[in-house]
């Protein structure tokens, strides 16, 4: 049976039978963080193949070479010169299979050879059991399981550092979160802006103003960001903000509504910390991890119930004129941040 616990659990367990190189028969790899899940999927196939055997021991399916029969002729290849052969299946969801290729998957899954492990990977198509086809859920029972979820604020600080000190390079780990916070908090990402920012920078330290410099911020980041100028009262600052999404060609509708969804949560923990609540609530009500959690209840502290409840009625107005009106959408835009402004001055 799949092991039962948490998403620590499953990838502890994971990184145990890598130390002791003893595979299981059946995985299946998912989640947001896709850095780790390649670094997993290669660990797998540096321990089980070499080579010189690789092309006898190692078969790699995908949505366009996937066919049942192939895969079940795969599975119960004997390995050469090896004592395993391993199989990955990437993208393709075995719960939208025909009638009969659910049935064939189910029974090539419930007699995985004991040399034989089957990884399968999911990137773009989602991980999505289907309850109703019981055969094949059945057959996923034996499977074991590992989410690979972003990391927490701590531990990619920690991650970031250690990559920048493997190019030499020194970084504060207030500056560490900084670039976190600039980019979509995956190792994926954060890997391409270090190597960015290292072949900018001849300094031995990194400063703010190299990844100032090279990294490009995502649009949550920069919302968050113009938000954050404006509970500090920088509403200069938060135009600037507002511009540079802009210029990035951001489509106004789509900037408008990462900063309406931003001031719900806003107000969501602004009404937790009047309950006396804190950043755990906010998490689970919003689906947050924890560190963007915290971060958002330590900047409504700023705002008061009134600012996020009138924010959001902003945000609406200038929703309804964009659709029905034909005043230019940036400059609606610079308009509601000069609104918001205005509100937060009075508190």
């Given at each position: 049976m799949?092991?039962?616990?948490?998403?620590?659990?499953?990838?502890?367990q994971l990184k145990e039978q890598l130390k002791t190189k003893e595979l299981g028969r059946l995985y299946v790899f998912y989640g947001e963080e896709q850095f780790l899940k390649r670094y997993y999927l290669d660990k797998i196939r540096d321990l089980v193949v070499d080579a010189l055997t690789e092309s006898f021991n190692y078969h790699a399916f995908h949505a366009e070479n996937f066919d049942i029969q192939s895969f079940g002729d795969a599975v119960e290849s004997f390995p050469m010169m090896a004592e395993r052969t391993l199989v990955t299946v990437d993208d393709v969801s075995p719960f939208d299979l025909d009638s009969a290729g659910r049935e064939a998957m189910a029974r090539i899954l419930r007699d995985i050879p004991d040399f034989c492990t089957v990884v399968f990977s999911f990137e773009t198509v989602k991980w999505k059991p289907d309850r109703e086809r019981k055969e094949l859920t059945q057959a996923f029972q034996s499977a074991q399981i590992v989410e690979f979820a972003k990391q927490s604020g701590r531990e990619l600080v920690a991650w970031v550092s250690r990559h920048f000190?493997?190019?030499g390079k020194r970084i504060s780990n207030e500056l560490c979160q900084y670039l976190i916070d600039m980019t979509d908090g995956t190792m994926t990402s954060l890997l391409g802006e270090i190597q960015k920012v290292c072949a900018y920078s001849d300094a031995p330290e990194i400063c703010q103003a190299d990844l100032d410099a090279v990294v490009e911020p995502v649009l949550d980041a920069l919302v968050y960001q113009m938000t954050d100028a404006l509970g500090r009262k920088n509403y200069d600052q938060a135009l600037e903000k507002l511009r540079t999404l802009l210029k990035m060609q951001t489509e106004p509708l789509v900037i408008l509504g990462a900063i309406g969804s931003h001031f719900r949560r806003m107000g969501a923990a602004r009404s937790l910390q009047d309950a006396g609540r804190g950043?755990?609530?906010?998490a689970r009500l919003c689906g947050m991890s924890d560190y963007p959690a915290r971060r958002m209840m330590e900047t409504s502290r700023r705002f008061s119930g009134e600012f996020c409840r009138r924010a959001a009625e902003l945000v609406m107005e200038t929703d309804y004129k964009m659709k029905t009106s034909f005043d230019d959408p940036q400059r609606l835009l610079e308009l509601l941040v000069v609104q918001l402004a205005q509100e937060a001055e009075r508190g």
């Open positions: 799949a092991k039962k616990g948490g998403v620590a659990d499953a990838l502890r000190a493997g190019e950043s755990v609530e906010l």
